[in-house]
């Protein structure tokens, strides 16, 4: 499996293939999880947006991490990680 994410405007987009065959598109709020329902075939896929664009991942439980570790609040003093 592997999973493309992206997020914009309070939405999450995630893209999927399983075993090399798309499994489809899934559109969810930022504060929701994904979950295997969630994906259509045949659904179109955000625009390409580099800023939206989060990365890949290889399961629906690593996607739902990555949308949570961006919600952790920045205590006062605390850096700003750089890439």
Known sequence: MGFALWKKDGLCWAMGTH?????????????DYFR???FRPGGEAPSRDRS??????ASIPHLNE???AG???RRAGQ???LL
């Open 19 to 31: 075993e090399y065959r798309p499994m489809g598109v899934a559109v969810i709020s930022a504060t």
């Open 36 to 38: 295997a329902r969630d």
């Open 52 to 57: 939206a664009f989060l990365g890949f991942y």
């Open 66 to 68: 990555r949308i949570r």
């Open 71 to 73: 919600k952790k609040p």
């Open 79 to 81: 850096a700003m990680d």
